[in-house]
């Protein structure tokens, strides 16, 4: 019996391994349709609100409500596309510039180390700063060339949300569907919302304080807010070369472009995001760390930026279903409370 239980756990681990790496290979060669896809039912969450909204409180029939949201939705997307793609065609004028003063912050910092103490020769370490310098070129890149990719797909963006609003059931389900509804709405509202307040406040001190790509940088801190904690890291330092090296600046606009858009990453990303949120996010630094990993091999930074919602939305559904709750406990790395459901119940002492 053991040899046979011993041999069931091997088949199980290797159909488990192989549906992983066949689900891998399928989100990678059908991700023309499935980013697409996926961005409409995050939209979907965020819109079915204003259905219901527009229902109860207006009192208007569905099919009047579904219209307006539609269109609604329309209006937004392309007023957000306009802004998105206004910010690319800027980052993609002035990427030249923007890496040249890049070298620039790098050869001025590089001059300022004492490399003869350190037993560094300077040309060793140009080859040194050669990595920064094309990580940067190449993030800048990637970051165009996957925004573009995105707004080149609006059009499929709105022909699936359209079908997954006017699909959507009438009725207001009931039970676990219910509740698995509400908390991915509650998340998803919550997550756009403090994007947007960030985005905003980040673009608008850097304007006041004369940054130049102001809201460029305005739209990344949005797009980069879905990255937890790498995103936040990566958007207050994006502008520091163009901060550094701008004659045009005073020194105090200088230091307030540094610290103020990063005293706003830290309050909201610590206190202001964990209390709207509450723990509807509720994720293993590791386990987010792996979803960023997994999701950017196989769709890019676009994939980067949807990874945490996502498996947030799949914890969220394993946790409201009992064979697949452990599960959910170890996305929120709760070993813990695992090991103590497995563990055996202490025998009273015998007097």
């Not at 989100?27 to 109860?56: G, H, K, N, R």
């Not at 207050?236 to 005073?250: G, R």
């Not at 769709?299 to 959910?328: C, H, N, S, Y």
Request: glycine share 6%; hydrophobic share 55%.
């Amino acid at each position: 019996m053991a040899t046979v239980s011993n041999e069931l756990r091997i088949q199980t681990v290797c159909l488990l391994l192989l549906t992983a790496f066949a689900t891998g290979a399928a989100l990678y060669f059908l991700s023309p349709v499935l980013i697409p896809f996926v961005l409409a039912v995050f939209l979907m969450y965020c819109l079915t609100p204003v259905i219901e909204l527009q229902m109860q409180r207006l009192r208007i029939r569905r099919t009047f409500a579904l219209i307006n949201t539609l269109l609604l939705a329309v209006i937004v997307l392309i007023l957000l596309w306009l802004l998105i793609w206004t910010s690319v065609a800027t980052m993609a004028a002035n990427a030249s510039d923007y890496e040249a003063q890049f070298r620039q912050l790098l050869e001025r910092t590089a001059d300022r180390l004492p490399l003869e103490r350190l037993g560094i020769e300077r040309s060793e370490f140009n080859e040194i700063l050669k990595l920064p310098r094309d990580s940067m070129g190449g993030l800048l890149g990637q970051i165009v060339s996957a925004i573009t990719g995105i707004l080149s797909q609006g059009l499929l963006v709105l022909i699936f949300l359209g079908f997954l609003i006017a699909g959507a059931s009438k009725t207001r389900p009931d039970g676990l569907p219910a509740q698995i509804e509400d908390q991915i709405k509650r998340y998803m509202l919550a997550k756009v919302f403090v994007s947007s307040a960030t985005g905003l406040l980040v673009g608008v001190t850097l304007a006041l304080c004369g940054v130049r790509l102001a809201m460029v940088f305005g739209v990344l801190a949005f797009l980069l807010n879905f990255i937890p904690n790498i995103g936040s890291v990566v958007a207050t330092l994006l502008p520091l070369p163009i901060i550094v090296l701008s004659p045009e600046m005073s020194g105090f606009a200088r230091v307030a472009a540094l610290a103020v858009p990063t005293a706003i990453q830290f309050v909201v990303g610590n206190v202001v995001e964990p209390r709207i949120m509450g723990r509807s996010l509720d994720l293993h630094p590791v386990v987010v760390l792996l979803g960023l990993i997994f999701f950017g091999m196989i769709w890019g930074i676009v994939g980067m930026l949807l990874a945490t919602p996502i498996v947030a939305m799949i914890k969220i559904v394993l946790e409201r279903i009992d064979v697949t709750a452990p599960v959910a406990d170890i996305l929120a790395g709760r070993l813990e409370t695992r090991r103590a459901k497995r563990a055996p119940p202490s025998q009273p002492a015998r007097s």
